[in-house]
């Protein structure tokens, strides 16, 4: 391959990865107008994921872990599929009943970042990545990505198996 696959291959990684990585923040510590662990735990828990802060940090480590592999070029498909177990979840929980397009709320945005962390593992990171620095030329093959792939659906699909119905609060009468 020559240095411009590599090149652009690495600004895709950083461009998908860091966009993970800034989601993640938002929800471990609040940042780039996130709710932090507290608030979107809270919104975890109106969707049954209870102990909501857990599910919070679980998804923001997703994110954000996942996120800066991918920006990395580290460990081949272990960023996509941290990353994209989060946004099956998230497509399945909170935007399919919105709709496709993200101008409702729709599953558009979540969709696109999984394939594209995917098409990313498939590609390969490129020789600008720690993957080529360090040797690990074999993360990245074809079927390293589509075990990550079913990583990603058992681990999406497990995830939403956690979760409990929502408790009714009685009215008062």
Do not use: C, N
């Amino acid at each position: 391959m020559d240095i411009s696959h590599d090149v652009g291959m690495l600004a895709v990684r950083l461009g998908i990865g860091l966009i993970f990585a800034a989601h993640g923040v938002q929800k471990l510590f609040g940042w780039f107008g996130g709710y932090g662990l507290k608030g979107t735990g809270g919104f975890f828990e109106g969707f049954g994921f209870r102990p909501g802060a857990l599910f919070a940090a679980l998804a923001g480590i997703g994110e954000a872990g996942g996120g800066l592999l991918i920006a990395l070029g580290f460990l081949g498909p272990v960023g996509a599929t941290l990353a994209g177990a989060t946004m099956l979840v998230a497509i399945l929980t909170v935007h399919l009943h919105k709709g496709f397009f993200a101008s409702s709320g729709g599953y558009e945005m979540p969709l696109a970042y999984a394939i594209a962390g995917f098409a990313i593992a498939f590609a390969g990171p490129g020789t600008l990545s720690l993957d080529y620095a360090f040797g690990l030329q074999g993360w990245d093959g074809a079927l390293a990505a589509w075990i990550g792939v079913a990583f990603a659906l058992v681990g999406g699909l497990g995830t939403l198996a956690l979760r409990r119905p929502v408790p009714q609060v009685a009215a008062k009468s």
